[in-house]
């Protein structure tokens, strides 16, 4: 091993950089509706949001007095995701729940 520094080359030395950027990030709703059970709904938050049981409830209140309800803020990917699987599993024990997103 040579205990010599490296030679430096004359010039100009430009690094690039590129901008990161984060991903937009997109709120999921649920809303009211006449049929769905509160108690689908408190489950639907715990299954596919993670939501803590007391979230749950405190979230399908809101739902049920508002007409619409935050259910968390994701990136397009994860929120389309969540979406879905609301529609799917509503529809399997059919209820109309509904479940959208909209960008923050």
């Known amino acids: 091993m040579s205990s010599k520094s490296p030679e430096l080359e004359e010039g100009v030395a430009t690094e690039t950089r590129d901008e990161v950027t984060e991903p937009p990030f997109y709120k999921v709703f649920l809303h009211n509706d006449n049929y769905t059970t509160m108690e689908f709904v408190v489950e639907i938050l715990m299954l596919i949001f993670k939501k803590s049981p007391e979230d749950a409830a405190r979230i399908m209140l809101n739902v049920h007095h508002n007409g619409v309800g935050v259910c968390g803020i994701y990136t397009f990917e994860v929120a389309e995701t969540k979406v879905d ?4 599993i509503a529809r399997e024990k059919g209820f109309p729940l ?3 997103m909209e960008k923050e």
């Open 85 to 88: 699987a609301v529609h799917s």
């Open 98 to 100: 509904k479940c959208s």
